[in-house]
């Protein structure tokens, strides 16, 4: 369960710089740009909580 | 920028278990036992350097006027300066000592002089999160559709800043005060993404500039973002004010020593080099970004824009969420901070007491939108007063045994207080500030490393005269 998770935050952060290089090269428009950055954004906060705080307590 | 390590999280609930784990090694060098490898010091610091304050920093620059050779390169001279004073200074007398910087001062200087610093370290905290405050308002403004604030002007504009404002800090004094625990574990999960909406804004809106490939950027970064023309009402900046910037806005975490409590974990003292990571990620990707962003909302109209305005012209809702999180993220553990320390040196005093004042008084200021213009200023005072700090402790730990100096004055005389080191902390801040105004300088930061001079001199020559005295008192008393 914590591998499919992670995947999703991962695409969550895909999605918040691979739209901006689509931009750049004129491949979407900005305004489908900052949907798919706040399509992002909620993929990684719904699902970072559930793994990465386990992982920081490992730490120093 | 933020020292998200020190957001060391309390909980009212689970004190004893809390405190155990922030009391870890706080009294007694770190075991060998304990020390981490290379690898874990990459991961801890390189998300350390990336918060709110990215938004007002980067913007500054361009209302400063700073050209955009002075930006590129400054920053890259001035961070490359910063990662070798973590290297070369905090790094390896955290290793040396294996102390935090609060302990190791208390051993030289004496509990009273510590409770001090300490106590200033908090008032620093507190406008630090009056200025957080601000610009996590800014961002509900505008996701609200509230009357906008400007940031330059530094009277309140509408009522309803005043009551956001208000509802904003009570809401984080009450947080401070009741525990932050889960605001640090939420500002762990924001630190991954921060970096990202910096990067992908700061590419999103170079076309808006008018840069269709990179061959575009440098003459646009010239003529459209980094222009060398200030502001109304700003001063010019030039390359040495971005490299003494960029180099010694983190004065007290690196000749300040203050990283000595994460650096004192290090198996090697080679790994300061770690800091590059965060230096780049946060003070030069971030900063040189929110600069494009500044650039693209002046383009469009908005002559001095918030951080919010910033952010959401860059990336739309998502930014507007990330001026929200990483002002808030930030403005409660320094609040937090900030009465832990101040209770450093009313003991007696309940801890909620005085964070609730400082949070009073961070409210008052938030009322002044026009302070966040002033964070570069803030942040270089800042520098002069930690920076002599740390010289007194890298003087006391290196050069005190080949002179044949007492170190650790405090330990050895049964918690005297080292007036040497008092009294250069006090002739360095005294003396830079009068060579800053003999110079005419405009630029507190470039009397940082002055500072740092003065101060390692005069605390020894000080230590030398002090002990030297008292050698001379004990000869008297065996004589007798």
């Known amino acids: ?60 | 920028m933020i020292d998200k390590k020190s957001q060391v999280s309390l909980n009212e609930g689970s004190i004893t278990s809390q405190l155990d784990h922030v009391n870890d090694f706080e009294r007694e060098p770190v075991p060998a036992s304990r020390t981490k490898g290379f690898k874990d010091f990459l991961a801890l610091v390189a998300g350390e350097h990336i918060a709110g304050t990215e938004f007002v920093i980067g913007p500054l620059f361009v209302l400063h006027g700073v050209s955009a050779t002075a930006v590129i390169f400054g920053l890259l001279i001035g961070n490359i300066l910063a990662v070798l004073s973590w290297t070369l200074f905090c790094a390896p007398l955290a290793v040396k000592t294996r102390l935090t910087l609060f302990y190791l001062l208390e051993k030289i200087a004496g509990r009273k002089l510590v409770s001090l610093f300490n106590a200033i370290s908090g008032l620093q905290s507190t406008v630090f999160a009056a200025f957080m405050a601000i610009v996590a308002a800014g961002g509900i403004v505008l996701m609200t559709g509230l009357p906008n604030q400007s940031f330059t002007q530094m009277q309140p504009s509408h009522f309803s800043w005043m009551l956001l404002i208000i509802v904003l800090m009570a809401l984080i004094t009450f947080i401070s005060i009741s525990g932050i625990d889960w605001v640090t574990q939420f500002a762990r999960v924001t630190t991954p993404w921060l970096p990202w909406i910096f990067l992908a804004s700061g590419i999103a809106v170079l076309p808006q500039l008018g840069v269709h490939s990179l061959s575009d950027f440098w003459q646009v970064a010239n003529t459209k973002i980094w222009t060398g023309m200030p502001a109304a009402g700003m001063e010019h900046f030039n390359i040495w004010h971005i490299i003494f910037f960029s180099w010694l806005a983190n004065t007290a975490l690196h000749i300040g020593l203050q990283d000595t409590f994460i650096y004192r974990y290090a198996k090697r003292s080679w790994y300061g080099i770690a800091s590059f990571g965060g230096m780049f990620i946060g003070h030069f990707m971030a900063w040189i970004a929110s600069g494009i962003l500044c650039a693209a909302a002046i383009q469009v109209g908005i002559g001095d824009p918030t951080p919010a305005q910033v952010a959401m012209i860059g990336a739309g809702i998502a930014g507007g969420i990330c001026v929200i999180i990483a002002g808030w993220t930030t403005a409660n553990p320094s609040l937090y901070r900030a009465g832990l320390a101040v209770q450093g040196i009313f003991p007696n005093v309940k801890r909620w007491k005085i964070t609730l004042l400082l949070g009073i008084g961070a409210t008052v200021l938030g009322f002044f939108p026009g302070v966040v213009s002033k964070l570069d200023s803030f942040l270089a005072v800042f520098a002069l007063i930690a920076a002599p700090v740390g010289a007194v402790a890298f003087m006391d730990v290196y050069l005190f045994p080949r002179l044949g100096l007492q170190q650790n004055y405090s330990y050895n005389n049964k918690g005297k207080t080292n007036w040497a080191a008092g009294g250069s902390w006090v002739i360095s801040i005294a003396l830079s500030y009068l060579l800053f105004v003999w110079l005419k300088l405009d630029f507190f930061f470039f009397m940082a490393i002055p500072g740092w001079i003065i101060a390692a001199i005069s605390y020894v020559l000080l230590s030398k005269l002090m002990q030297g005295k008292n050698e001379q008192a004990e000869i008297l008393i065996r004589v007798r």
């Open chain 1, 1 to 60: 369960m914590t591998v499919v998770i992670k995947i999703i935050s991962i695409t969550g952060l895909a999605l918040n710089i691979i739209p901006a290089l689509l931009t750049f090269n004129d491949i979407i428009s900005f305004d489908h740009y900052k949907i798919l950055m706040l399509a992002g954004t909620l993929m990684w906060f719904l699902t970072a909580p559930f793994w990465i705080n386990r992982n920081q307590q490992k730490g120093v």
